[in-house]
C-alpha cells in the first residue's frame, strides 16, 4: 500500500539547531553510571536488574524503535506487534532480527528466545490480562519484564482493549521510558541525547506554525473502523494525538477518557473538524485499516462529504504509529504542523 504522509519541511532541521540555543536546550548532561542491582518500580510492580540485560524479546513497535534508538539493536533476540514499517533509518537492523510474529505472539515463541527480559509497549500484551503472559509467568522462568509507563500512568486497562486515560498523555512518560530503559543498559549518554533531540524537534514544530488562525481548529485523529460505514476509532481527549493537539494549540472533537473511542460519524459532524488526520499503516485487521478506503468513504458518504475538512480536502495522513504514545508522537507533532501550514491555516 502507499505509505505516505506530509512531512515536515526541511528547514526544522536549522530551526530545531536554532532553538537549542534559544528555549534552553543545550548539551545534555549525562547521568552517572548504574550502580547494579538496580531497583525500579514499573507499572506497579518493583522490577530488580543484577546487571545489564543481553537478550531481550520486544513486544511492540514503538518499544522496539526506542531500543534501537538507544544502540540496543544487537542485544534484541525477537520482536513482535508491528503496525507498519519501521523507522526507515533502522531498516537494515531490523532485517537481521527474528521477528516472532507481526501481531501477539505466543508465550512459547517469546521464552523460546531465552530472553532475560521482555519489554513491551502495551500492557495487554505482558500484564494481569495478559495476551501474550503474565509478568508472573515470566518472573517464574526468570526472566525479568518492562512494561511502558505511558501504558500504565493514570490509565485503566481493559482485557484485550485499548483502555482509558484519565490524565492527558504527555511525552514526559516516553522521556521516563528512555531514561529507565538508559539506566536499565547503563547507556544513559544516549538516553539524554535521545530526550534532547525530541525535545528540540516538538519546540521547533510547534515554533514553525507561528499564530494560528483559530486557536481552537477542531481536528478529529481517526485511526480506522471495524466496518468502513461503521463507527469510526477515534482519539480520545487524553491520548496522544490529544498531546500533538494540544502542543499546536488545536482542539480535539471527542471528549470521552477512553483511549480510542468508537465514536459514529454523525456526532463528528456535529463538530464539523476543519481537518481529519487519517492513520496509515501496513496491517489489514479492518476494514478501514487502508488510508485510500478511509479518504473515499469520507468523499462519498453523504454525511461525511459535507463535512468542512472534506469539502476542502483537508486530510493529513499519519503514520500509526504516530498515534500511539511513542517517539514517533514527535513525528506527528511535525506532520500535523505542516498540514496545518499547507492548508493555509496558520500564519
Known amino acids: 500500500m502507499p505509505y505516505t504522509s506530509i512531512r515536515a519541511s526541511r528547514w526544522l532541521t536549522s530551526l530545531s539547531a536554532a532553538l537549542l540555543a534559544l528555549t534552553g536546550f543545550s548539551a545534555p548532561t549525562f547521568a552517572d553510571a548504574t550502580t547494579y542491582p538496580l531497583q525500579l518500580t514499573n ?22 524503535e ?60 505482558v500484564g494481569p490480562q495478559g495476551s501474550v503472559g503474565k509478568r508472573e509467568q515470566f518472573s517464574e522462568l526468570g526472566i525479568n519484564s518492562y ?11 481493559t482485557d484485550g482493549g485499548d483502555g482509558v486515560r484519565k490524565e492527558l498523555f504527555t511525552m514526559d512518560l516516553i522521556y521516563q521510558e528512555i531514561h529507565e530503559l538508559s539506566a536499565i543498559f547503563d547507556v544513559q549518554a544516549r538516553g539524554d541525547a535521545l530526550v534532547a533531540d525530541l525535545k528540540a524537534r516538538e519546540a521547533a514544530a510547534v515554533a514553525s506554525i507561528g499564530n494560528a488562525k483559530s486557536s481552537a481548529l477542531p481536528i478529529v485523529f481517526w485511526f480506522s473502523s471495524k466496518e468502513v460505514q461503521g463507527d ?19 482542539k480535539n472533537v471527542v471528549t470521552t477518557e477512553e483511549e480510542w473511542p468508537l465514536v459514529g460519524w454523525e456526532t ?24 485510500a478506503v478511509k479518504i473515499d468513504f469520507l468523499e462519498k458518504d453523504p454525511v461525511t462529504s459535507q463535512l468542512d475538512a472534506v469539502k476542502n480536502k483537508r486530510f493529513v495522513q499519519m503514520d500509526a504509529q504516530s498515534m500511539n504514545p511513542t ?13 496545518i501550514k499547507s492548508f493555509g491555516l496558520s500564519q
Open 43 to 64: 507499572c506497579g510492580q518493583t522490577v530488580t536488574f543484577d546487571k545489564a540485560p543481553t537478550k531481550i524479546v520486544s513486544i511492540g513497535q514503538g518499544m522496539t
Open 66 to 125: 526506542i531500543l534501537f534508538s538507544l544502540g540496543l539493536a544487537d542485544k534484541i533476540a525477537g520482536t513482535a506487534v508491528w503496525v507498519g514499517p519501521v523507522l526507515k533509518k533502522y531498516e537494515a537492523v531490523n532485517q537481521s532480527i527474528k521477528r516472532l510474529a507481526d501481531n501477539d505472539p505466543s508465550f512459547e515463541s517469546v521464552v523460546g528466545q531465552e530472553p532475560d527480559l521482555v519489554a513491551a509497549e502495551f500492557e495487554w500484551h
Open 147 to 157: 512494561i511502558a509507563p505511558a501504558d500504565c500512568a493514570a490509565k485503566i486497562n
Open 232 to 250: 469510526a476509532f477515534i482519539a480520545g481527549k487524553n491520548s496522544a494525538p490529544a498531546h500533538i493537539l494540544k502542543a499546536l494549540g488545536a
Open 268 to 291: 463528528i459532524a456535529e463538530a464539523n473538524p476543519s481537518v481529519i488526520v487519517i492513520a496509515t499503516m501496513d496491517r489489514r485487521r479492518y476494514a478501514a485499516d487502508d488510508p
Open 327 to 339: 517517539i514517533r508522537t514527535i513525528d506527528g507533532i511535525e506532520i500535523l504542523a505542516q498540514g
